[in-house]
């Protein structure tokens, strides 16, 4: 199943801990997915919706709030959901936003305990959905040091609530897509350079490969053609200029490396469904920390 899902290329940079989105939609139609981050996931009057979490699927209710752990297979579906306002919070989270030695304090150890079960996904109680949403719902409009506090505070809840429901039998490979040398190069490559033309011989002798070898490493680990992979990448890029800037889609097009308008589009619509202009009207709210 592994080879058939859609490795995401979220929008958080090595200088973020965390990314809040916020938004008001009517379908669901990113593909089941997998990456490296944490994701934090509540939705608002989605009855009906179906969520897939590793080898779990179910109907979800009125509301519902779900940790999904690094690697761990996931998405939702419309299936039955009629509702034209579905409202939706999404939370990625890098893997170190709490390090090693921080987490082996005892105050965070519920915390830790709660990141290590999240291999399985995590459903979270109604009432625990419930109590934490007005604060969900405030959090992308903070800022700073209060936006980071809180969001620690709603992790440390949560870790302590009442009635969590492991989802998935099965876990996150330990092995996954962070885990090589060589495709960890070739990601930091890609993420310095993505803004200028890439060629595959370039890429191929930073990992002492030839094309044809780099090509089926590549598609093997990521499950995608080295120009989709790099493509993905630019276009990660452009999401987060088109949501955070207010730069015009010419602009964001030529920062992120392609070469004219009309090749962005195209890619950007195939990789989204929907045009740039669509995606950036979409957003309702969106924050980082660095």
């Known amino acids: 199943m592994r080879d058939s899902v859609h490795r995401e290329i979220t929008q958080l940079s090595k200088e973020d801990s965390f990314l809040v989105y916020e938004r008001v939609k009517d379908d669901f139609d990113f593909p089941i997915h997998f990456h490296p981050e944490y994701e934090l996931n509540f939705i608002y009057k989605g009855k009906g919706v179906r969520r897939i979490i590793g080898d779990h699927t179910a109907d979800i209710s009125d509301v519902e709030l779900v940790l999904v752990g690094p690697n761990l297979i996931h998405g939702w579906e419309l299936n039955k959901c009629t509702c034209k306002e579905i409202y939706e919070i999404t939370v990625h989270i890098q893997q170190d936003l709490l390090n090693e030695k921080m987490l082996s304090r005892r105050i965070f150890k519920s915390i830790k305990d709660m990141m290590n079960r999240s291999r399985h996904g995590i459903l979270f109680s109604h009432d625990t959905t419930m109590e934490v949403m007005p604060r969900l719902m405030v959090l992308p409009k903070l ?44 990601y930091e490559f890609i993420q310095e350079n993505y803004h200028r033309k890439i060629a595959l011989k370039e890429i191929s002798q930073l990992v002492n490969m030839s094309p044809v070898s780099f090509n089926r490493f590549i598609k093997k680990r990521t499950g995608k053609t080295f120009i989709s992979y790099v493509n993905d990448t630019r276009i990660s890029y452009a999401s987060r200029l088109l949501i955070e800037s207010d730069k015009s889609i010419g602009e964001i097009s030529y920062e992120c490396g392609f070469n004219n308008i009309a090749n962005f589009n195209r890619i950007f619509k195939k990789s989204k469904n929907c045009t740039p202009t669509e995606f950036r009207r979409e957003f309702v709210g969106m924050q980082r920390v660095l």
């Open 143 to 186: 800022h700073g040091i209060k936006y980071f506090l809180e969001f620690v505070s709603i992790l440390s809840d949560l870790a302590s609530s009442q009635n969590q429901t492991l989802l998935s039998t099965q876990f996150s490979e330990i092995h996954d897509f962070q885990n090589s040398e060589q495709i960890k190069k070739v």
